[in-house]
């Protein structure tokens, strides 16, 4: 059975515009049999520590070998490089902004290259403002059909990758204060605190001095109340059911939250 190729897309290019559709025209005009599958386009615009996130949650659920073209790119057309990446489990291509940087923390890059060879770009002179049709979409879809990274442009040492500054955790002996590290479509807050770090029988969690309620499952609050809880990613996310967490309490991306618990050993 000849094996599917698969080529992930993630943007803050939203779908009113024909951007997300002429990226996936220019990986067809290379290779028609690549299965491409949308991650998400809905990325707010230029929010690098939320496409961070939604690629580090997502990467795992995909086969071996799966190429991920990721364009959330606010220095598009600057002297920031474009760079293609192999990890154990495939690849990663964009810009060297950080997007990368959740992934590469629990999956090392084995080798990266920065993208300088324009004979696997679209055009030999690609748009100021849109590499994502130009450059990513045709280096990932080069990946996928069979293409080595060594190919596609200069080594570049994976060290010299650029990391995304995220407030770390502090962990003491009574608490962990960590921080809103994505806010999804619900309004849920979601935390960079792991659940295996909380025990759920001796945990509170307090934002802005209030006292949060712990649960196993948004119904275990009343309609309007917020909750805290191990959301589907496994990280401690705060909500309020049947509304917006967001709103209710006035946080968002890198705000701090505090959690007093027992630490796991």
Known sequence: MTKVKILTLLTDFGLQDIYVGVMKGAIASINPDIHIIDLTHQIP?????????????????????????AVVDPGVGSKR???????????????????????????????????????????????????GRDIFAPVGAHLASGVTLAELGETIDPDSLIQLPL???????????????????????????????????????????????????????????????????????????NGSAREKLQLDWGDRVIFKKSINN
């Open 45 to 69: 615009a230029q929010n690098l520590a939320a496409a961070r996130f939604c690629l580090l949650n997502a990467y795992t659920y995909f086969p071996q070998d799966t190429v991920h073209v």
């Open 81 to 131: 490089r474009g760079v293609a990446i192999q990890y154990d489990r495939g690849w990663l291509v964009g810009a060297d902004n950080g997007l990368f940087s959740g992934v590469l923390a629990q999956s090392p890059a084995i080798a990266a290259v920065e993208l300088t060879n324009p004979d696997y770009w679209q055009v030999p002179n690609p748009s100021n403002t849109f590499h």
């Open 167 to 241: 407030p770390k955790l502090e962990i003491s002996t009574n608490e962990i204060s960590g921080c809103v590290q994505y806010v999804d479509h619900f309004g849920n807050l979601v935390t960079n605190i792991p659940a295996n770090l909380i025990d759920n029988d001796s945990c509170s969690v307090i934002v802005q001095k209030q006292e949060i309620s712990y649960g196993k499952t948004y119904s275990d609050v009343e309609i309007g109340e917020v909750v805290a809880l191990v959301g589907s990613h496994n990280w401690i996310e705060i909500a309020v059911r």
